[in-house]
């Protein structure tokens, strides 16, 4: 058995351990991967990939069955995050997700750092490639339930995006944004 199968099978099944033994193993996991302690809480169902390449902060908190991913990419989490249910964070192609201090996620939020190429229409899409880019969400952000933040997006510190958005542009701070894509609603 390959070392890489070995640690997908430890990472799994510490992911549906459930309760208290689960979330202590969760966060010993972490840290030993880390080589330092952090308080992160890692809610059942949820799978980290590319740990070397994960940073966070204190008080960290993750729903039940979220994806970090941040295999050749990155990931850099502040202070006193909360993430609800299943929530995406996808680094894997490249580019940063950096998220601020004192932001809250709601569930079914998807991150996603890379697009794929569409261009050339004698090449499947897959084979295209990806577009690489940085999501960069400011402290004080609240982001509601069922919104996608797509690459070489900012939002600004205080901002609000309204549930089922899609981001596609920078927000600025202290300001409401919402809908498909997200425009500009009023100031905080």
Same mark, same amino acid.
């Given at each position: 058995?390959?070392?890489?199968?070995?640690?997908?099978?430890?990472?799994?099944?510490?992911?549906?351990?459930?309760?208290?033994?689960?979330?202590?193993?969760?966060?010993?996991?972490?840290?030993?991967?880390?080589?330092?302690?952090?308080?992160?809480?890692?809610?059942?169902?949820?799978?980290?990939?590319?740990?070397?390449?994960?940073?966070?902060?204190?008080?960290?908190?993750?729903?039940?069955?979220?994806?970090?991913?941040?295999?050749?990419?990155?990931?850099?989490?502040?202070?006193?995050?909360?993430?609800?249910?299943?929530?995406?964070l996808n680094g894997d192609l490249g580019g940063e %997700? $950096? +998220?601020? #201090? &004192? =932001?809250? *996620? @709601?569930? /079914?939020? !998807?991150?996603?750092?890379?697009?794929?190429?569409?261009?050339?229409?004698?090449?499947?899409?897959?084979?295209?490639?990806?577009?690489?880019?940085? %999501? $960069? +969400?400011? #402290? &004080? =952000?609240? *982001? @509601?339930? /069922?919104? !996608?933040?797509?690459?070489?997006?900012?939002?600004?510190?205080?901002?609000?995006?309204?549930?089922?958005?899609?981001?596609?542009k920078n927000i600025t701070p202290f300001s409401l944004?919402?809908?498909?894509?997200?425009?500009?609603?009023?100031?905080?």
């Amino acid at each position: 058995m390959v070392i890489n199968e070995i640690s997908d099978w430890i990472k799994y099944l510490l992911s549906v351990i459930p309760g208290k033994t689960g979330k202590y193993l969760r966060i010993l996991y972490v840290s030993i991967s880390m080589k330092k302690l952090v308080k992160v809480n890692i809610s059942h169902g949820t799978i980290l990939h590319g740990l070397k390449n994960i940073k966070f902060g204190t008080n960290v908190n993750f729903g039940p069955n979220s994806f970090i991913s941040a295999i050749e990419g990155s990931i850099k989490i502040g202070d006193n995050f909360f993430a609800n249910n299943n929530v995406h964070l996808n680094g894997d192609l490249g580019g940063e %997700i $950096i +998220i601020g #201090n &004192d =932001v809250l *996620i @709601g569930p /079914n939020v !998807v991150f996603r750092s890379s697009n794929h190429n569409w261009n050339l229409k004698d090449v499947p899409i897959r084979k295209q490639g990806n577009k690489i880019g940085d %999501i $960069i +969400i400011e #402290n &004080d =952000v609240w *982001i @509601g339930a /069922n919104c !996608v933040i797509l690459p070489n997006v900012r939002i600004g510190k205080g901002a609000v995006i309204a549930a089922g958005s899609i981001v596609n542009k920078n927000i600025t701070p202290f300001s409401l944004y919402g809908g498909v894509p997200a425009k500009f609603i009023k100031k905080r």
